[in-house]
């Protein structure tokens, strides 16, 4: 980056800046190699450097660089490409002035944060322009490498020494081994003695793994690179062109597992970063809002990822899923009957329930609970949350909308649905239910699976809600308050103008039978029972570890014992079977 | 950072107990120390029910005839032979004769059974005009075109009532008949045919319309019976309370049943000297054969039953109560196994950490 400026007495001068990799090449004349070891001793301290230079100008080489740039700046075709070549023709032959050293302070919390989303299982990748020294003492600060982590290299430095090809299966082999040896031995328990790698790879050597090759071998090397980088704990890429951090997000993306990339920034540099990952995250700060302006989400400082992950993320997705799941449940609850019923009305397509019933199960009757389930649960509380960032694996590798756990919810929602049918078709089989001899007709048989499926589905919710606040009191209770309601007011009035009357007294006449409250009562307990004995025992043999969380907090209320670790525990990190 | 309570940005978010996820809440766990208790008393509770119901409906009696008159049962097959042709000649009378064991405890409830019989059918239970029947004199001679092909007759008059229930009204009548002891005359058990329908279906739903001088049919006029029909409406009955569209027969009809085998309410025994029940002895039952139901493989049954405070006999309340009592209990004892296997092994844990 240069400018050119002309001083009081007429002189032209062209100054230039930039990293010592590239204005080193340029330089000419200068004190070169006292600057480059003093720009390697400030890199190493974590200072980020830069070099100056300059050269000064006559008055015909002054016309021709205008006249070059020109050129290029009004090019109809590749204005970049010819600009990019004019600047390289004009930075040339230049004077080494200096280095400038700047401290570029952690921001507060970055260390915590970073160690909690480790600890959370999340992998942590550093994507940075600057020097492999620098970035290499940033990580150390903010602990992303430990004491314990050996580095591994994917360098230029190491490529020019042995081909890439060599490099790689090198690294893969000293990577590789140690996990296929971990799952061998099967450890349990404190790993101190567990290897932790880190991998150091710059822009160049990205580049080459990159690169598309006539024999086929680039997919190889990007498997490769994959599998290496898969077996570290954290990766650092340095000196990183912007457009080189959306192509790692962009790799990681499509690579075998198909993770869940967030890539956060607050730079000019990381906003093609943002843009590629799944989630792109801008700090607001002081290099402006372009960063934060193309992002997803925008927070004022790196800390807050920490509760925006691990709290607000974590409660976002049990809701979502409950959501979901339970939508599916209770429409299958609620068409099912009808679907069984068609056997026996001859498959006319007679309704089971009324029309208003059949308008309204989705609109009034079990819409409020589950709308506000998914605004307000909050299945562990925020501060066990907060200080226990391994609860967040409970819901790695979407856990919770898994083809098993949708099965479940289906095969219960089918379950229910034949108790409530067959049981109220045993109920009324060729029998009276009332005490003075009358018989009922279809109306009542079909209110009579109605309400006993409305109660079922509102109640399976009640269990399922872990964290009842006055709201989720009222629609609940209210939600089967007001069917009642309806129901009775529905078939108490006389509607001749609508000449619609098949359903005149028919709810309180099913009320007023004794059989048809102790089915309603037999039916909903039969229907939550394998629910509630899921439940308890998948908590009793397999909880989950935000239930042992729950456990330890109630069970150790007296004793206040701060878990103090060093690295992710061994078990942590082997695959748990799912319960939930 | 202090927040100033007096400055507030205009970017800054709420920071009410709501807003930020604070509010108060109970937040229970269902573990076994909870579960369990609720299990066991659930569990007896549900075979306590389980017991008082299957008692009660094992102390309900209930009697059935089938009379169809198929070849092998033989009772009323000259009626039903005439039947397999179409409907059988008006007034084939048949009788059926049982006899009780033992005293049949009163009121004795008299039902009519038909199985195959479709009345939960899509179609067919649209078929039916509710502004007509509520005896609006407007709607009495407008059928709905939902009662087609049963909304205007022969002559192009209207149908009263129309559509496809009323049409295939039951008209099988009976009367029943006990022999005196030793072996004396037969003597009529009188059967009392009043309240068999809803109260609200016969007093509110159902109405005639507004009698014309006085007289029923001539509130009627200009309207024609149903097809199958033998009379018109409003002489449904001799008794000018029950005829019309609120003659009780009629209206039980009306009340489309759930299934294809359905029983209906035909009378109650509770007068004179049958009101504490029936005696030993034998019986006959006289049956006014009208009702064609071989074209349909249909069967036609008659049901005596007495009625408890919960209905007819069906013991599968008692049996469910007691089958989900006795898991309960099962499945409580389960819990409490594991229950206490891994209580001790996390209290192993617990002290070796």
């Known amino acids: ?580 | 950072m202090t927040w100033s309570a007096t400055a507030r940005g205009a970017q800054q978010p709420d920071n009410t107990a709501f807003t930020q996820q604070r509010l108060p809440a109970w937040q229970p766990l269902l573990s076994a120390s909870i579960a369990l208790p609720l299990f066991f008393c659930a569990g007896l509770a549900f075979i306590g029910l389980g017991l008082g119901l299957y008692y009660t409906s094992n102390s309900i009696k209930e009697l059935e005839y089938d009379y169809t008159g198929s070849l092998d049962t033989g009772n009323c097959s000259a009626c039903a032979e005439a039947d397999q042709d179409g409907a059988p000649p008006p007034n084939c009378s048949c009788a059926l004769n049982f006899s009780l064991p033992e005293f049949f405890q009163g009121p004795v409830y008299f039902y009519y059974e038909l199985s195959n019989f479709y009345q939960n059918n899509r179609r067919y239970s649209v078929s039916c005009d509710n502004a007509q029947l509520s005896g609006f004199p407007s709607a009495l001679r407008q059928p709905v075109n939902d009662c087609a092909p049963y909304q205007y007759g022969a002559a192009g008059l209207p149908i009263a009532p129309c559509g496809a229930i009323a049409n295939s009204l039951f008209n099988d009548s009976f009367s029943l008949w006990h022999e005196l002891p030793p072996s004396g005359p037969y003597v009529e058990v009188p059967l009392d045919r009043t309240g068999i329908a809803w109260w609200t279906d016969n007093h509110v739903k159902f109405r005639n319309p507004p009698l014309v001088n006085g007289s029923l049919a001539l509130a009627f006029s200009g309207t024609a019976a149903p097809p199958s029909w033998p009379r018109p409406v409003y002489e449904l009955s001799p008794d000018p309370n029950n005829t019309g569209f609120v003659n009780q027969d009629f209206v039980v009809w009306m009340r489309t049943a759930a299934l294809p085998t359905f029983r209906k309410l035909y009378a109650r025994i509770r007068q004179g000297n049958y009101s504490a029940g029936l005696p030993r002895g034998n019986y006959s039952v006289h049956v006014t054969y009208n009702y064609p139901v071989r074209a349909f493989h249909g069967r036609k049954l008659v049901v005596f039953s007495s009625i408890s405070w919960m209905g007819g006999k069906n013991p599968f309340l008692g049996i469910a109560y007691l089958v989900v009592g006795s898991l309960c209990i099962l499945t409580g004892f389960v819990m409490l196994v594991v229950y206490i296997r891994y209580q001790d092994q996390d209290d192993e844990d617990d002290s070796d950490d």
């Open chain 1, 1 to 580: 980056m240069s400018v050119i400026v002309k001083s009081a007495t007429g002189e032209i001068y062209l100054f230039c800046k930039g990293a010592d990799s590239s204005i080193f090449p340029r330089v000419i004349e200068g004190k070169v190699d006292q600057i480059r070891s003093r720009v390697e001793r400030n890199a190493v301290e974590g200072l980020r450097t830069l070099c100056v230079a300059y050269k000064r100008l006559t008055q015909e080489e002054y016309g021709g660089v205008c006249q070059l740039l020109q050129a290029a700046k009004v090019a109809l075709q590749d204005r970049e490409k010819k600009l990019a070549e004019a600047y390289e023709q004009i930075e040339k032959d230049l004077i080494l002035l200096g280095a400038t050293a700047v401290e570029d302070r952690l921001q507060e919390k970055a260390a915590d944060t970073i160690e909690a989303l480790q600890k959370a299982g999340v992998k942590v990748w550093v994507l940075t322009g600057d020097k492999m020294e620098t970035a290499a003492a940033t990580c150390y600060a903010c602990r992303l490498f430990r004491r314990d982590t050996q580095l591994l290299e994917l360098t230029t430095k190491k490529i020019e020494e042995q081909t890439l090809h060599d490099v790689l299966l090198e690294l893969s082999k000293t990577v590789l081994h140690y996990s296929g040896s971990l799952t061998r031995d099967n450890l349990s328990g404190l790993s101190t003695d567990m290897q932790d790698y880190g991998l150091i790879i710059d822009g160049a050597a990205l580049s080459l793994i990159m690169k598309p090759r006539e024999d086929g071998s680039s997919s190889n090397y990007r498997e490769l690179f994959l599998d290496i980088c898969r077996s570290c704990s954290a990766v650092l890429c340095c000196r990183m062109a912007p457009l080189q951090k959306a192509q790692i997000v962009k790799l990681i993306k499509f690579s075998k597992e198909h993770p869940i990339t967030l890539a956060i920034g607050d730079g000019a540099n990381d906003v093609s970063m943002i843009l590629e990952a799944h989630v792109g995250i801008g700090v607001i700060g002081k290099e402006g809002r372009q960063a934060a302006r193309n992002s997803d989400y925008a927070v004022p400082k790196f800390k807050h990822l920490k509760k925006m992950l691990l709290v607000h993320g974590h409660f976002y997705y049990v809701r979502i899923s409950e959501l979901v799941q339970y939508f599916f449940y209770k429409n299958v609850c609620f068409i099912f009957p009808q679907f069984l019923y068609q056997f026996f009305c001859g498959f006319s397509q007679q309704t089971l329930y009324d029309t208003a019933y059949l308008t309204l199960y989705n609109i009034s009757f079990t819409s409020l609970p589950i709308l506000l389930y998914s605004l307000m649960e909050q299945h562990v509380s925020i501060d066990v949350l907060k200080r226990d960032p391994s609860l967040y694996r409970d819901i790695a590798k979407n856990a919770l909308l898994r083809w098993r756990v949708f099965i479940y919810w289906t095969f219960l929602g089918v379950f229910d649905a034949l108790v409530f049918f067959f049981g109220a078709y045993f109920v009324f089989e060729n029998t009276t239910v009332t005490s003075n001899g009358q018989i009922f007709g279809n109306w009542t048989f079909g209110t009579l699976v109605f309400t006993v499926m409305v109660f079922t589905v509102t109640l399976k919710l009640a269990l399922d809600t872990r964290y009842w606040t006055w709201i989720n009191h009222f629609v609940i209770w209210g939600s089967l308050l007001f069917y009642v309601v309806f129901s009775l007011l529905w078939g108490g009035i006389i509607w001749p103008f609508l000449n619609y009357q098949r359903m005149y007294y028919v709810f309180i006449q099913m009320l007023s039978s004794g059989p048809a409250w102790l089915a309603i009562v037999l039916l909903v307990t039969v229907s939550l029972l394998p629910d509630v004995l899921k439940k308890v025992l998948c908590r009793q043999l397999r909880p989950t570890a935000a239930e042992r969380a729950q456990k330890n907090v109630e069970g150790k209320a007296s004793v206040s014992a701060t878990p103090s670790s060093d690295g992710p525990l061994l078990q942590d990190l082997l695959p748990q079977p799912r319960c939930d």
